[in-house]
Each structure stands twice: as C-alpha cells, then as structure tokens.
C-alpha cells in the first residue's frame, strides 16, 4: 500500500514544500491536502481573507493530518519564524499518541546553505 502524505512547513518556505509534494506526487504518493496553493494566491497571513475563510484553510491542513499515514514537517530555516506549522506539529503529535495508529511524524532538518 502507497502511504498518504501531509506536507507541513513554514508557509515563507512554501516552495520548498511544493517542490516535495510535486516530488512525492511523481511518485504516486498522496499527498492530502496541498496548502502551498493558498499560501501562494493569499500570502502567508492571508490578511484579505475573512474570519471563516482562514477557518476552512486551518480546518483543510488539520484534515490533512487527519488522512495521512505520515505528516512530513519541513524543519525551517534559523531565520524563518512559523507559528502554524508548530501548531500542525503538536496537533500531528496528539492525534498519534491519542489514537497509537496515527501518522507518523518525519522531519527533515533545515536547508543548510554552504
């Protein structure tokens, strides 16, 4: 059985996140939900966007999580500050301790440059 994909990283790193969900999608592996596309149309705050629609776009990564075999977070880098991919982290981190057969958790350490 091919696993099922969540893709989480700082959303002022959302390319390199699409660059592995377009990988993994090559693949034939699931990724299941790809929030790189509103991040994209509606920057990382979404500061246009209304009350409910920020709520349906927070829902959509948490249902995600909900539907992956694994949640991969993309570490960011030293410079970068995130708030919702720590919030996708421990919500990935409760619903696998709660339910013994949630996703598994892989991270990937920050891009290093050289």
């Given at each position: 059985m091919i696993p099922s994909v969540y893709v989480a990283g700082a959303s002022k790193e959302f390319e390199r996140a699409r660059h592995w969900i377009e990988e993994?999608?090559?693949?034939g592996i699931r990724v299941t939900y790809d929030w790189t596309e509103s991040v994209r149309k509606y920057g990382s705050c979404g500061a246009e966007l209304s009350r409910s629609e920020k709520w349906f776009f927070a829902r959509s990564d948490l249902r995600g999580i909900d539907e992956a075999d694994i949640v991969w977070l993309l570490s960011p880098s030293v410079?970068?500050?995130?708030?919702?991919?720590?919030?996708?982290?421990?919500?990935?981190?409760?619903?696998?301790?709660?339910?013994?057969?949630?996703?598994?958790?892989?991270?990937?350490p920050p891009i290093s440059e050289r």
């Open positions: 993994l999608e090559k693949t410079e970068v500050t995130s708030i919702g991919m720590w919030i996708e982290f421990g919500y990935a981190l409760n619903v696998s301790r709660a339910h013994r057969a949630g996703p598994k958790i892989l991270i990937s």
